[in-house]
């Protein structure tokens, strides 16, 4: 069943529910379908369909989700391009997914015009209010349940990124698992898109629509706290889906009386979050927040920490399997881990990909006898608790002993001096790998690290040979587009110094 059929059902049965509102405009459900309709008949008009991929290349705005569900009602496979990208970066996704259309925005034209130049001949289309329309075609195109209705790149932190091969029925099963889990959304809910709909805010709009929800997007590209912090008063806003540094500016743009009512669920995921950063947030805005784990290759649906289970006990957990879902702890023999043991995380279920696109090497090395190996390192309680340690490449081996950056980063942020930190290992002649502290201080005076007083800190919850031997003071920590610290940056640059 093609996803759009989700919009479809929305606006049979909820017409005149505000369906978008985007800076000083709102439309209805029937008026959504209907734009709908009208960039479906020009995307047929230049040749989208089945087999065919449809790039997306612009900010959030309303006629992001036009598009998403115009792309799908042609029968075409969605290609979400976050709007950071450089035409050369962008021109790699274009040309490995072999776009036959990109749409963009009078902001972004020149940058995809540029990308397209010498890849497939990709007809390059700017939206904008009444442009881009076509005859509407009177259904969607049927596809087939395992046909690919969005190719989720990965972020690119190694490599080049890999298209995930997400299916409609994927898509379906996510949708449900969304609201079952994360936010149980009617016609009367509303929900804010303040995270790029190319990434986890996507996945959150295709259950909004499914209820018919009325969903706000923000007037700006770049996050800006105290305009969110209106927005959620102005229009009511009961739900948002953020990224954890999102959570952090809002909570510390918010004054300590901040009062939003009508905020009920704030999901978030894509990184991790310090204890004491969800305590902070969790004292400034009160048990809101649901915690998602799960990678583009099964988005956004492998475990949840639900409201309820927001509290010290379990700080540093990723919450337990959602339902349908299997999610495991397996050594590198291929056996399944008991409680507490450490391991790869795995992953099988209705929501695991396809595969990645035009890559069978690393399909095969990923999907291995029914399991999603996710490269991250975890263990799991006797009691189902997720905990995340490491990706497996981020692994610190010193002097023989596997140090888990994650791990360190949780203490340390827990010391009032530190503001951000990332733990790296670095080679080391002596120790194989040197375990290394990049700080961001928690004050701006530019005072020295107190090195000492940090390291008794690590001392007091770490063994000895997990304490940084080295600590290096930053203004910022270089980040991607979705909030997670590039630590293989972080890593050339310590290496080039050392």
């Not at 792309?71 to 040309?95: H, I, Y």
Request: some cysteine; charged content about 20%.
């Amino acid at each position: 069943m093609n996803l759009v059929s989700l919009l479809r059902q929305a606006a049979v049965c909820f017409p005149g529910r505000p369906a978008v509102t985007w800076r000083d405009t709102t439309i209805d459900y029937a008026e959504l379908d209907r734009r709908v309709a009208t960039m479906d008949g020009w995307l047929r008009s230049v040749g989208a369909g089945r087999d065919t991929r449809v790039a997306l290349f612009m900010d959030n705005r309303l006629e992001y989700l036009v598009a998403m569900f115009a792309t799908w009602r042609s029968g075409a496979t969605l290609v979400p391009c976050n709007s950071r990208l450089t035409a050369d970066e962008l021109a790699f996704l274009v040309d490995d997914a072999g776009a036959t259309v990109v749409l963009t925005d009078d902001v972004h034209d020149q940058v995809a015009k540029a990308a397209t130049a010498n890849a497939n001949g990709a007809t390059v289309g700017v939206v904008g209010v009444d442009r881009l329309e076509g005859p509407p075609p009177p259904h969607e195109v049927d596809v087939e349940p395992d046909d690919v209705a969005w190719l989720f790149y990965t972020s690119g932190t190694t490599g080049h990124p890999k298209g995930a091969m997400l299916s409609h029925a994927v898509l379906h099963f996510v949708t449900v698992s969304w609201l079952a889990d994360l936010t149980p959304l009617d016609e009367t809910d509303v929900t804010l898109h303040a995270a790029p709909l190319s990434h986890g805010a996507g996945f959150h709009a295709i259950a909004a629509t499914a209820r018919a929800a009325h969903q706000v997007l923000t007037p700006t590209a770049s996050f800006d706290p105290a305009g969110v912090l209106e927005l959620v008063r102005e229009h009511g806003v009961t739900n948002t889906w953020l990224v954890p540094t999102q959570i952090v500016m809002l909570a510390d743009a918010a004054p300590a009386d901040v009062a939003l009512p009508t905020l009920q669920h704030v999901v978030y995921g894509g990184a991790p979050m310090t204890p004491a950063a969800t305590q902070r947030a969790l004292d400034r805005f009160g048990p809101i927040f649901v915690q998602l784990y799960g990678q583009g290759e099964t988005p956004m649906t492998a475990t949840v920490l639900r409201r309820q289970d927001h509290r010290a006990a379990v700080f540093g957990s990723a919450g337990r399997a959602r339902p349908g879902v299997d999610v495991r702890i397996m050594h590198e023999n291929g056996e399944l881990a008991p409680p507490d043991a450490v391991g790869e995380v795995v992953v099988r279920g209705a929501s695991v990909m396809s595969g990645y696109w035009k890559r069978p090497d690393a399909t095969a090395e990923t999907l291995r006898d029914g399991w999603l190996h996710t490269g991250d390192l975890g263990r799991m309680s006797d009691d189902g608790l997720l905990y995340l340690l490491d990706r497996t490449k981020d692994m610190i081996i010193s002097g023989g002993s596997n140090v888990y950056a994650a791990e360190v980063e949780q203490v340390l942020s827990g010391h009032p001096d530190i503001g951000d930190v990332a733990v790296v290992g670095v080679p080391d002649d002596v120790w194989g790998e040197l375990v290394v502290a990049v700080v961001v201080p928690a004050a701006e005076d530019g005072a020295p690290l107190d090195t000492a007083a940090l390291e008794a800190h690590c001392r007091a919850a770490l063994a000895g040979y997990k304490i940084p031997r080295r600590w290096e003071s930053v203004e910022s920590l270089p980040r991607n587009a979705y909030g997670k610290v590039l630590k293989r940056e972080l890593r050339d640059e310590l290496g080039t110094r050392a």
